[in-house]
């Protein structure tokens, strides 16, 4: 079983070096194991050239049959292990850059590590898709905007986030402004990629950026009309650093979306984190 396991394994990350070093095993014990598989099934299963390994006929109407099988059965003895033990270890997300530097997700990680003391947090900046399994991360949040890359994965929505049209007083001042839609022909516009079409075609795009953070300083900073989340902008609406602009008009909202490889079995320390993203990103206005 654990032969077959690690065959699926290589196969599943491209080769035996990838499947040995994510695995913290020696790539010659590796190779040596799927050699005596091989002999013990009789056939060649594995193609190994330089670079990367190929599957035989053999070899691909193994891995089809006993892939997902074998990861159920190594998912359940991963979970009997984990329900042995406290909440420990490392948990790592992927996380967009502008919700890494919001309140609200620093608020929600300071809870989780008051709560869970013996659990490490590795939180890696990501803007797309990544395969969980293959990249070893735990959970995922992302605009539902961006295609998951496996839609295999649980996919929640949560919380969604209305947006608006702000700029600054000096530019509101120096510019005019705007009272329909029309009139944004006549102004630069700051835009994320995750709301970017929600405007009309034509548009002068005077930036256009990932870190949402980074949009709704171009506007405070009198570079143009932003289209920002409105969570994001309240306090600097209630300061007077950003004015609202065409507050009749109502612009698609952004969806964030969570992402986990599997909801069966599901280590403690991930259920917990899954938990409180819901409590906080589903519940809260």
């Known amino acids: 079983m654990d032969d077959l396991y690690l065959f699926v394994l290589t196969v599943r990350h491209g080769g035996i070096s990838a499947a040995a070093k994510a695995y913290s095993l020696q790539r010659s014990k590796v190779s040596r194991r799927l050699q005596e598989l091989e002999k013990s099934l009789g056939c060649q299963l594995l193609i190994r050239t330089t670079r990367h390994i190929e599957l035989t006929d053999n070899g691909r109407l193994l891995y089809e049959n006993i892939s997902q099988p074998l990861t159920t059965v190594n998912q359940a003895v991963n979970l009997l292990e984990n329900q042995q033990k406290e909440l420990q270890g490392v948990l790592r997300m992927a996380i967009p850059a502008a919700l890494i530097t919001s309140s609200m997700f620093a608020s929600l990680i300071d809870q989780y590590s008051a709560s869970f003391t013996k659990v490490s947090l590795d939180i890696v900046h990501c803007q797309d898709s990544v395969d969980l399994k293959r990249d070893n991360i735990d959970l995922q949040l992302l605009p539902s905007t961006c295609k998951v890359v496996n839609e295999d994965y649980v996919q929640q929505t949560l919380l969604p986030f209305p947006c608006c049209l702000v700029a600054s007083p000096a530019y509101i001042a120096a510019k ?89 079995y599901l280590p403690e320390k991930t259920r917990a984190m899954v938990k409180l993203l819901r409590d906080t990103f589903v519940s809260r206005k």
């Open 176 to 264: 005019g402004t705007p009272n329909r839609l029309d009139d944004l022909y006549d102004h630069k516009i700051l835009v994320s990629r995750y709301n970017s079409t929600a405007l009309s075609d034509g548009l002068t795009i005077g930036l256009c950026s990932d870190d949402l953070r980074l949009v709704q300083h171009m506007a405070k900073s009198g570079h143009g009309v932003a289209l920002l989340p409105v969570i994001l902008v309240r306090d600097a609406l209630a300061s007077g650093e950003l004015l609202p602009v065409l507050t009749n008009e109502s612009f698609p909202e952004i969806k964030l979306t969570l992402i986990y490889p599997s909801k069966a």
